[in-house]
DNA sequence: GCTTAAACGAGACGGTACGTCACGTCTTCTA
DNA sequence: TAGAAGACGTGACGTACCGTCTCGTTTAAGC
């Protein structure tokens, strides 16, 4: 058992500071945010944010993709109507403003930092895959999906069609877009 | 007709900055490649890099994604073995080493610099565009891809995927997963 | 009182920084000084150099004319005497090899720079003018010194004449050319 | 005897780059005078500028003391009156806009390039100091001067305090700086 | 009138320093 | 020991100017 020894945290500061940098982000872009903007922000001082998180990417990535409560994946009946569902759900997480501010540059800091890479990946899976397996094995018994689809596969489809999407030609997602593109992954993974 | 004047500039440079570019993004990644190491391996001096390009990003652009002859999409005569190929052919183009190592940081600075934005778009939907409407058009007549499926759409679902999956689980990509994958695309677009 | 906020500046910086210039400014001139070299040299950083001097201008002038303590001038006797040892400490000053390579230096930047200039100015006249007041009111009781003769007139034919002929022709400044020009100035004042 | 060959080059340039550096020197100091600005100003190129001046320094000193035609130094009859004509002189010569601009910066060069430094002195002293053996010889033939002051000492005394004087406090230097001055020189080389 | 050779404009070149910026760490004082 | 403040080393950024070079073109003098 740990014993806490000296001044304990202040834990207004935490959520200050993640508060501060989802606002930040959404006036400027990754790069462009530093941190001593987001202690100014916040109201406090950099060693405060450094004894938090280990570097500007880990708190931003813990800004922009805070740990949220479970939602179960309704069921709509249909495959098409699930998948579409799934989409709106990973276009949502993708598409606030702190999001698409973070978003390429988190993708850039993950490519070097490992504890990085390992904490992004742990928290989007389990956001996105909640509740996958679940889906994906009923929807096997229901003969509505082929045997050989792997979660991994459909979370790949999902965030990396949407991902590149929003990279490359945002003005473009419109309602159907993501008709067309839930089409294309119902059909992809249906027997 | 524009008229040539003053010095021209040394080809060799060009050509000499763009290896040397490409070199160095084997040996680090693109945060820690300096346009001063850039110069001094490709013995010339900063200014004369940046006279030629208007910002780091643009060089590693180029240097990453040269204009290459086009070659046509051979027709393997099923949807899935075309499919197949276009796979090949964008993973290939993803995974040099120099791709590798630059992919992340271009995203991320993509996401700031519209003029690179714009010029990446291009030479990327060149290359894999190239050919890709005539052969949806083919595929289209012969009844086996949807009339509602558009060559955007493709691009999204071959290069999203992939990228995705390099950034995430790079160490998975196996021909195991290209079949899966390439199975995947082609139901998604089939009739 | 300003209280002291946050980590103080390590002063032996200040000090290893000064240092350095003088040493470097006895090797190169001050057009080849460069402030790398000298944060390089003193073992630190240009921003903790910039941190403390607005300029390498700033910082060759506190390091080539450094604080010091007045020492009184003496008395003579004689005004040609008194003049003889006023020349003897500006020429002191003029040429510590420091002086030598950056006076020229900082003539010119004095010329861009105001508050260089002011900089300059006020170190100068301190050193050169500490007790020269007193020195005048009592010659002139004595009646050896005109009356309209300004302190300032006397620094300027002081360090104007050493200055020029320092920078034109340093070679010819030997005990006679002393001689002579002490008594030039002696006379210049003299009733 | 030279026989030319080739095209010979365009007197106009010579004299429209000397114009424009004096030009520019009204505007900025010597060092934001740059060579392209000068190029530009004169309607000719940096090539043609260096084929007729070895560095910057070379020209700035003829654009800002040209060789005039040398006028006798007037006699006015009294020490005093002929030393008060000398400074004027100078005087005027050194506190054209050229020559406020660029003197500081002429000084910074000379002390590096030793072709400068003799280029300036030659035509300083040339102009300086014409007539003055003359003048010197008879005023000692009148008992008014004494034997050891030498040609090189007037000029030292005049120049130097001058130049010190316009740099460090231009503002004070009116007529009754000058008179002050001239008497103290007067006095200084007086039997 | 043709040849020759240098001057010309434009502008690229290598070199070198500039002053700034942000990161993540360290050091001080205070609570 | 946390916290605010801010200095620290590191290392890169993009810019500026120097004086030189390389083009293609123009200009005069000599043959």
Redesign the interface.
């Known amino acids: 058992m740990m014993v806490e020894i000296g001044r304990p945290r202040d834990p207004r500061i935490d959520s200050a500071v993640l508060e501060a940098t989802a606002e930040l982000l959404g006036e400027t872009?990754?790069?462009?945010l530093s941190v001593d903007a987001i202690a100014k922000r916040a109201g406090t001082s950099k060693p405060a944010i450094y004894r938090r998180w280990p570097s500007k990417a880990h708190l931003v990535h813990e800004a922009v993709f805070p740990v949220t409560e479970y939602t179960e994946l309704p069921s709509t009946g249909s495959t098409l109507g699930d998948v579409r569902e799934m989409m709106a759900r990973t276009f949502a997480l993708l598409t606030t403003p702190a999001a698409l501010?973070a978003?390429?540059?988190l993708?850039?800091?993950?490519?070097?930092d490992s504890t990085l890479h390992a904490a992004l990946?742990e928290r989007f899976v389990d956001v996105l895959s909640h509740g996958l397996d679940d889906w994906l094995e009923t929807a096997r018994k229901r003969g509505e999906v082929r045997a050989?689809?792997?979660p991994?596969?459909v979370i790949?489809?999902l965030?990396?069609?949407?991902?590149?999407?929003l990279?490359?030609?945002p003005e473009?997602l419109d309602e159907a877009w993501m008709d067309?593109?839930a089409e294309?992954?119902a059909?992809?993974?249906?027997a």
């Open positions: 872009d990754y790069a462009s501010a978003l390429p540059g993708v850039a800091e993950m490519a070097v990946l050989e689809v792997r991994a596969d790949d489809a965030a990396g069609i949407i991902f590149l999407a990279i490359t030609h473009t067309r593109t294309f992954i059909r992809g993974i249906s």
